[in-house]
């Protein structure tokens, strides 16, 4: 199944990186995409801190539950290829074949052959997963671009199940946004059937097959500051870490939520376009006519400074009932500047 390969051109190399910046490492990605044409194959290995990466077409209102992320210091990023939200760190390893021809399925069989040699018997399925025993182990992505293609991927060995469930999870009752669903699927990590595969074991795996195939490769260490200094990576990178990148891809988010105090029912809805707030509506039964126009007031206040300090400003009158709603609408609202 793998001899086709042996068709490719013999310039090849594999780059290891130390770094688990998400944004600093689809730069370097993105980078060797963009490289002058040459016959030169490559295979990039690489993981991430906790990290949600989102399809180039996808809303991140819509996919991520921004709250938990800000909460658990886990960072968005955006791919510049399509498919859906993937939750990764460090028990995850990013895996990309960058070639002249576009052989999705030999890289495949790649990956297969790799988990074959640590004693796990896995298949590529349609979807361009690769699944155990029905369970999926590994999504991929595809792009072409002028001179080259790419095909990458995820391999989870031991990744937070726990957070990536929560952080995949968003309040469907209290969002209507438009965007590209991911498709929900159910996965496995591989240390349920090998309790002592890790990173480095993945990556010597698939080194070896790579290498059965296609002879011996100059295999490159790099680290962050290696690939800071390139000033392709470097540029691709201020882009790919932009709040314009991450949010300004998506069209447009209506986002709600509402409480009842003993003074009032508030619901509040905030008009999201391209990553930047609107507008925010208040509608409300209390009344005290002065709370919820002056609540209106400082929320647009928020929009004006993009923060949410203007609601920790309150005078004296109806103070007690002030500042409970206003502290409950920091708290809601922070995540959205």
Request: aromatic share 8%.
């Amino acid at each position: 199944m793998l001899t086709t390969l042996g068709k490719w051109t013999r310039s090849h190399k594999i780059i290891i990186t130390s770094s688990t910046n998400p944004h600093l490492n689809l730069a370097k990605e993105l980078s060797l995409l963009y490289m002058p044409k040459s016959d030169e194959n490559i295979l990039y290995l690489w993981r991430n801190a906790p990290t949600v990466v989102i399809g180039k077409h996808q809303n991140p209102y819509k996919e991520c539950n921004l709250e938990f992320m800000k909460k658990e210091h886990i960072t968005l990023a955006r791919r510049p290829t399509g498919g859906g939200a993937v939750y990764q760190d460090l028990g995850n390893t990013c895996w990309t074949f960058l070639s002249p021809k576009f052989t999705p399925q030999h890289n495949t069989g790649v990956i297969v052959s790799a988990l074959k040699q640590l004693g796990i018997d896995s298949y590529g399925t349609g979807r361009n997963d690769v699944e155990v025993d029905g369970k999926k182990i590994s999504g991929a992505a595809f792009r072409k671009a002028e001179h080259r293609s790419i095909h990458h991927g995820t391999m989870l060995f031991n990744v937070n199940m726990a957070n990536l469930s929560k952080v995949l999870t968003v309040d469907q009752s209290k969002l209507q946004a438009k965007g590209v669903d991911s498709v929900r699927s159910r996965v496995m990590n591989l240390v349920e059937i090998k309790p002592d595969i890790n990173h480095e074991m993945f990556c010597d795996a698939m080194i070896k097959e790579y290498q059965k195939i296609l002879g011996n490769c100059e295999i490159i260490h790099s680290s962050a500051e290696d690939f800071l200094q390139n000033e392709d990576v470097k540029k691709r990178y201020e882009l790919l870490s932009s709040h314009k990148w991450l949010f300004g891809q998506c069209s447009s988010a209506k986002v709600s939520f509402s409480k009842r105090f003993d003074f009032g029912l508030f619901d509040v809805t905030v008009i999201i376009n391209n990553g930047e707030i609107q507008d925010i509506k208040v509608n409300s039964d209390c009344l005290v006519n002065e709370i919820t126009e002056d609540f209106q007031m400082k929320l647009l206040k928020c929009i004006k400074s993009k923060s949410v300090e203007p609601l920790s400003e309150y005078g004296q009158l109806n103070k007690e009932m002030v500042e409970t709603l206003f502290k409950w609408a920091q708290k809601e609202l922070g995540k959205y500047f």
